[in-house]
């Protein structure tokens, strides 16, 4: 049966095609089943040839968060006390009303860039994000938010170095000899991408994963390095000197592709093994290990991601890893190269629909939004807009996040489809429409797809649209144009016509229902195309990111373990969460991972009530005591809401807003705490 085909056995039965624009590579695309108007079933269909007929648990339970109990359902402004989550229903023209009058006043007592708009991107697609909501804070004049909460380090370190130019396809995972994953987990985040190992596994790959902890594919690994997190830059270095002083380096390709190697190859050279070992807590053998298995093989692959850019040394330890595959002469063969993110394929920029130029307002980091929320800015923020985000689930020094939204001369209004922690602090709040209740065109950033996806039912509740609310919120503050895009249609063909190869787009997607970049699923670097950069070569010392960096490009800073706080304390994604997205259906309490090592030596036993503390705060949860985490660190998943721990905190409460080294990333692996069991309650 074909997607929105009606089933021949009941007129009330009807089957749609979809895709997910969640934060995840794979780009998935959809069956979904709907009956009487409620989605009854969510499957993988093959449209997207990755996608290959199933889904994560995440996606196939997807209808669990659509008709959640915590769903938000109608505009309500607050009725009670900031954190109680008390609200009164009120009408969407109402609220209209107050938007826009708090936004005018905002904008006329302090100044317009006294209004944050807070958002980020990763589970948005091309309707979601940069539309009408850049119209409206950009014609405003709003202060601008640099959105580094994620991936920003590692963007530009991958543009530094290669420009925007898209990577190894995920389907030549196949022909890889050697697959390194470093800083990423597909169990948890990229499920389709865990099969294709397990295929080249058993046509005699070797896979080496580089994390600090025991992942289910570290546990089948050749090799499996886990190293003390913030240490990625010097192994990366000490791989890249071992190459050149084994005479193992591509010097033709060098010669040929790239810049820099010099510089890069002056840096590398005061990592020697030894060094490398005693800093990143490997042994010297593990590492020679690696260093042979990768010259050795080809064709060589680098899945990299994001985990090692949480911390101080973010941004040049990405850049190194990068370099990898040019000195070994990696590219050119497919299942060879690297794979980062490919969500520069299409090159399709959503701001081509706000028609409204960057405003040249003050930007704020969103990772020093505790900082700036009660800190003495001026102006200050006075109006806090809210959307595609929970910052007090996911942004860094929990506690002065908490402060801020609990400030009264602050009104936050907060745009979500659920009552999420944040939401439980607004002024007012507004509910969101999900993927699957408005249209949405939505890219991969692994697989290499673009896809354009109707609602398959109708809003639940009152629910809107982002870009419906922002343009219409823009018209009530006489703040749009003749000729702006409006309407589903018109934004999406305003991005088209922005494109050279828009109406090729449109027309496959039409025709197909999936679109792909001009080269097809799985383009060859250094046979298809050159690097996005300038001059068409790699460089390998940025001089741009060498300026920008704290010390210098390819420069370590020490760890910031300290005696009273010993333990490195990491916050990787889950199985059952997107960041914090799905938090409200995890009913299960948070532990913390530690080893038994760690564990002996504070008198913890597995299943114990914990004090984790630093100079920041504590976090009280029950310990979980295993092997699957090196020594000397910790482990809190990432996107926990507060009522998964015992004192309503989370590990954000104890990381700090630091920056990495260029980019303005967040910091948070640089989290470094100590553990303490909690005093036993005196009798009665």
Not at 326 to 346: C, D, E, I, Q
Not at 570 to 589: K, N, V, Y
């Amino acid at each position: 049966m074909t997607p929105d085909t009606p089933n021949r056995y009941s007129e009330l039965v009807t089957i749609h095609a979809s895709s997910c624009p969640l934060d995840c590579p794979d780009a998935c695309s959809l069956e979904v089943r709907v009956e009487e108007g409620r989605i009854a079933r969510i499957e993988g269909s093959r449209i997207n040839p990755l996608t290959r007929g199933f889904l994560c648990s995440k996606v196939r339970n997807f209808a669990d968060h659509v008709y959640s109990s915590e769903r938000l359902l109608h505009p309500a402004r607050r009725a009670g006390p900031k954190g109680e989550a008390r609200f009164e229903p009120i009408s969407w023209e109402a609220a209209f009303d107050e938007m826009a009058e708090r936004l005018r006043e905002a904008a006329e007592r302090w100044g317009a860039e006294s209004i944050l708009p807070f958002s980020y991107g990763g589970s948005n697609g091309l309707l979601s994000q940069d539309t009408t909501d850049a119209r409206l804070f950009h014609r405003l004049g709003a202060s601008r938010l640099a959105r580094t909460v994620c991936s920003a380090p590692t963007r530009l370190a991958a543009e530094g170095l290669y420009g925007r130019m898209p990577t190894m396809a995920v389907e030549d995972f196949l022909h890889a000899r050697l697959i390194v994953l470093w800083g990423v987990n597909p169990s948890a985040t990229g499920i389709h991408q865990v099969p294709l190992i397990q295929q080249a596994m058993e046509r005699g790959a070797k896979l080496v994963v580089v994390d600090p902890r025991t992942t289910p594919l570290a546990a089948r690994a050749t090799l499996h390095l886990p190293l003390r997190p913030g240490t990625d830059l010097p192994l990366a270095l000490g791989l890249i000197d071992r190459l050149f002083a084994a005479g193992q380096a591509d010097l033709d390709f060098l010669a040929r592709h790239a810049t820099g190697t010099d510089r890069l190859r002056e840096k590398a050279a005061a990592w020697p093994l030894e060094r490398v070992a005693s800093v990143t807590g490997l042994s010297e053998a593990s590492i020679e290990q690696l260093a042979s298995l990768y010259a050795q093989s080809r064709p060589a692959v680098i899945r990299c991601g994001w985990g090692q850019e949480r911390n101080r040394n973010g941004g040049s330890a990405t850049a190194a890893i990068l370099t990898l595959p040019a000195v070994g002469g990696k590219f050119g063969v497919r299942g060879g190269g690297y794979l980062l993110s490919n969500s520069a394929a299409f090159r399709l920029d959503a701001l081509a629909a706000a028609r409204a130029p960057v405003p040249p307002a003050r930007e704020i980091n969103m990772n020093r939004l505790g900082e700036v929320l009660t800190g003495s800015i001026a102006p200050p923020v006075k109006v806090l807009f809210v959307y595609n985000a929970n910052p007090l689930a996911t942004i860094p020094c929990q506690q002065k996040v908490l402060a801020g939204l609990e400030r009264e001369d602050l009104f936050t209004i907060v745009f979500d489809q659920i009552m999420t922690d944040t939401a439980a602090y607004a002024d007012l709040i507004l509910p969101a429409s999900t993927f699957l209740e408005r249209r949405e065109m939505s890219r991969g950033y692994g697989a290499m797809v673009l896809q354009d996806s109707p609602p398959v039912i109708p809003p639940v509740g009152e629910s809107r649209s982002n870009h419906e609310v922002f343009g219409t919120l823009c018209r009530r503050m006489g703040l749009s144009r003749a000729g702006d895009p409006e309407t589903e249609d018109e934004v999406v063909e305003a991005i088209f016509q922005a494109h050279p190869e828009g109406r090729r787009y449109r027309q496959q997607l039409h025709a197909e229902g999936i679109a792909t970049p001009g080269t097809g699923y799985a383009p060859l670097p250094f046979v298809d195309y050159l690097p996005w950069t300038s001059d068409g070569k790699i460089h390998l010392f940025p001089e741009e990111l060498d300026r920008s960096s704290r010390g210098g490009l390819y420069t370590y800073e020490d760890d910031p373990a300290t005696e009273r706080f010993p333990l490195a304390l990491i916050s990787p994604a889950s199985a059952r969460t997107i960041s914090s997205t799905f938090g409200q259906l995890e009913a299960r309490e948070a532990r913390l991972e530690i080893h038994p090592e760690d564990a002996r030596r504070r008198g913890v036993e597995d299943g114990e009530i914990i004090r984790v503390f630093n100079q920041l705060g504590e976090v009280v949860v029950r310990a979980r005591i295993t092997t699957s985490i090196r020594q000397g660190v910790v482990l809190l998943p990432k996107g926990l809401w507060r009522r998964h721990t015992r004192n309503a905190a989370t590990s954000n409460t104890l990381s700090p807003d630091t920056l990495s080294d260029f980019g303005g990333g967040a910091c948070f692996n640089d989290a470094r705490v100590e553990i303490s069991r909690l005093p036993t309650p005196a009798p009665g």
